[in-house]
């Protein structure tokens, strides 16, 4: 039997540089100028297969055209006129570089492939890197200068991870997620013009508006079929992705972190480090690379992907800034008693706080609100035998504010620009290192007085005005300040192992793998419409786990949109994620309360399925959507099943469910029914919604080897 061919290889003569994932090959060839050259990525060849990919690329067609091989990181020299992904001028004017390939390393998992400039002293390596098990390939950019001192500085107009390329397709369509505030992660499907397509924050994080996550095919891609070509960047400041599809046929796109019009100067001897941009190729549909990203980011990128999440009570949608030891004492007693594990006490409890106006920055507990400090209620949420979680939003202060008043200067401000005021706040500069060890000092403080279990890391403005005062290099910042909060971060996890993060800012303002790699779930949304809550929650599943979505069960009407929804609806919608409950408990009936507690136990029941399982989404006629978690061994299995809307004259449809083995039976546990898996994977199981608008249920169905005692299809 021939040797399994290695995760990596690098065959020097030929410049060819092969990776294997199970599923996908990923080749490239270093060009005759030296630049590495994208060759292949799709579905595995075999060795013939690889040999016969071409030698070199075509010539251009004219001198008009640019060159025919795709770049895996374009340097700004040469035909090459697309979007470039590193961009640098020398001390003497020069721009873009011209490389030779100074050499590679080949390791069991990671390749580096090191140019370096024909005339400056400028090295770049390209990296990547492949884990056993998994389809994704992981790149990176590594650029240095490598003069002595007194070579000139090297200014870096834009350093990309990675540009990655489709191969030649009938067609193109573009998956991306957009939004705003309240409306984030809106999956958008559209067809790819023959342009330019950017996408990008320039907000200083990743935004409600755009995430660094996209998806191509050739357009009849659906959730169960067709070959899939999907990337994400692990960065949570600004960033750019421009999808380049040109007339002939080509569809390249290159991104990284930082938008257009920033320079960062490179001093001799430094290295500029780019966040890791991912790609996953799949021939399974958009379901399969939904799954495959799962997968990833419980492999790599969440700090504790088998800790359960917890069933949080948050008092933000109840008390709003009107907190006090009483008010939210009584909140903590009801969520206990609803069954939550977890009890955070939200914005308003410090400083001057008792409006978005003030305090912020001030994090000592309001003596007006907490007479003795916060420890009275954290020592009784523990008694209940609930975790202890605190908001904070370390990057912000309120003008009127302690902190500001005794260092204006450590906000994000350029000293001739008017500052924009956003809910009345100002940014510090986590870049300076003052401020980020201020922020650690006083986040590290918090949490040993309090026996804080959890953090709310909030963020609600972006940047403006963005400016450095005193620094040589202010553009910087929009890196620096990033890089920071995530030393803080982990630097809060390393010092109290116990310690959980959720990542919020205005709701999900930054949901990425680069602050994902350092939180345990992210807040998704302000909006908890349960409603809404399903087009936000069909967006994020994309690329994020259930475990890492956040959603709470809220009051009715929601505070939002005024709809009133069933609370069974609204549990069913949140028990799609890492439940949590935000209502006002202390307004809600007994029956209500009973109901809650219903539903968190049955939550709790289905958990390690939502939160560890394998994730389908489903759709059938009618307006009914669902999603369905199975357990890996796919013994166990969960089903949400929605229906916001009757229509009139639609029969509620029976809801396939192809993820199930056709040649298994299965027990639904409700009815004690067993079902033959093929009548489940090709005609579907009755969803059992109740009649009328805003239906939902649950169904659980069980695997059964033999025969059962009630038989049905
Ligand atoms: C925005 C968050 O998304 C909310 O959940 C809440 O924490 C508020 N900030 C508090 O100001």
Request: aromatic content about 8%.
């Amino acid at each position: 039997m021939p040797a399994k061919p290695p995760p990596l290889s690098f065959d020097a003569a030929r410049g060819l540089a092969v990776l294997r994932t199970p599923h996908s090959v990923y080749a490239l060839r270093t060009g005759a100028d030296g630049s590495p050259r994208h060759l292949y990525w799709g579905a595995p060849l075999d060795p013939a297969e690889l040999a016969a990919l071409p030698a070199h690329a075509s010539p251009a067609a004219s001198s008009f055209e640019a060159d025919p091989a795709p770049d895996e990181l374009a340097p700004q020299t040469g035909a090459r006129f697309g979007p470039a992904g590193l961009q640098v001028r020398f001390a003497d004017g020069t721009r873009g570089a011209q490389w030779t390939l100074a050499g590679h390393t080949v390791g069991d998992h990671e390749l580096r492939l090191r140019l370096a400039d024909r005339r400056y002293p400028l090295t770049a390596e390209l990296c990547y890197r492949v884990r056993p098990g998994s389809d994704v390939v992981e790149r990176w950019t590594e650029l240095t200068h490598t003069g002595g001192a007194g070579t000139g500085p090297i200014a870096v107009d834009r350093l990309d991870s990675a540009c990655w390329t489709a191969p030649a397709l009938p067609d193109y369509r573009l998956s991306h997620l957009v939004g705003g505030w309240n409306s984030e992660f809106q999956l958008h499907r559209d067809r790819l013009p023959v342009a330019e397509t950017v996408l990008t924050s320039r907000r200083g994080l990743t935004s409600h508006h755009a995430n660094p996550w996209l998806a191509l095919d050739d357009g009849t891609a659906t959730e169960t079929h067709g070959q899939v070509w999907s990337t994400a960047l692990a960065w949570s400041g600004s960033w750019r992705i421009t999808v380049h599809r040109d007339p002939v046929g080509r569809t390249s796109w290159t991104g990284g972190f930082g938008h257009e019009g920033l320079s960062w100067t490179l001093q001799p001897g430094e290295t500029l480090h780019t966040p890791v941009f991912a790609g996953l190729y799949t021939a399974g549909g958009f379901g399969a690379a939904s799954r495959a990203w799962h997968d990833h980011l419980r492999r790599t990128v969440l700090p504790e992907p088998d800790r359960d999440r917890p069933v949080v009570y948050n008092s933000w949608e109840a008390t709003g800034f009107d907190v006090d030891l009483p008010g939210q004492l009584r909140l903590a007693r009801l969520a206990a008693r609803a069954g939550a594990e977890l009890f955070v006490l939200d914005d308003g409890w410090f400083g001057a706080r008792t409006n978005d106006r003030a305090g912020l920055g001030d994090w000592t507990p309001r003596r007006a609100a907490f007479p003795d400090g916060l420890r009275p209620l954290a020592d009784e949420v523990h008694d209940l035998g609930m975790d202890f979680g605190l908001w904070v939003e370390p990057e912000m202060v309120n003008r009127d504010s302690d902190l500001h008043r005794a260092h204006p200067d450590w906000v994000v401000h350029a000293p001739t620009r008017d500052a924009t005021e956003l809910r009345h706040q100002l940014m510090l500069n986590f870049a300076r290192p003052e401020v980020a060890a201020w922020a650690h000092a006083t986040l590290d403080r918090l949490v040993r007085e309090n026996d804080v279990d959890w953090l709310k890391w909030d963020a609600n403005r972006v940047v403006t005005e963005a400016g450095w005062p005193g620094h040589p290099d202010p553009d910087r910042l929009w890196i620096e300040h990033t890089r920071a909060v995530y030393r803080v971060m982990d630097r809060l996890r390393r010092d109290h192992p116990g310690l959980r993060i959720e990542a919020c800012a205005g709701g999900g303002g930054r949901v990425d793998q680069g602050v994902l790699a350092r939180t345990d779930q992210a807040w998704t949304s302000d909006n908890t419409d349960p409603v809404d809550r399903l087009g936000i929650q069909h967006g994020f599943s994309q690329l994020f786990p259930a475990q890492a979505m956040a959603a709470w069960v809220t009051d009715s009407p929601n505070v939002t949109t005024g709809r009133a929804t069933p609370l069974r609806f609204r549990g069913h919608v949140a028990m799609a994620g890492a439940l949590g409950l935000g209502g006002d408990l202390a307004r809600w009936t007994e029956q209500e309360l009973a109901e809650t507690a219903e539903l968190v136990a049955r939550y709790k029941e289905i958990r390690p399925l939502v939160q560890r399982g394998r994730q389908f989404r489903l759709t059938a006629p009618g307006g009914v959507t669902g999603v369905h978690y199975a357990a890996a061994d796919g013994g166990e299995h969960a089903v949400l099943v929605w229906r916001p809307a009757a229509r009139f004259g639609h029969a509620t449809a029976e809801l396939p469910l192809p993820a199930l083995d056709p040649t298994a039976r299965y027990l639904d546990l409700q009815t004690g029914t067993a079902h033959r898996g093929a009548l489940l994977v090709g005609r579907g199981i009755d969803p059992r919604l109740p009649a009328g608008d805003y239906a939902s249920s649950l169904i659980r169905l069980r695997r059964i080897s033999g025969p059962c005692a009630t038989t049905g299809r």
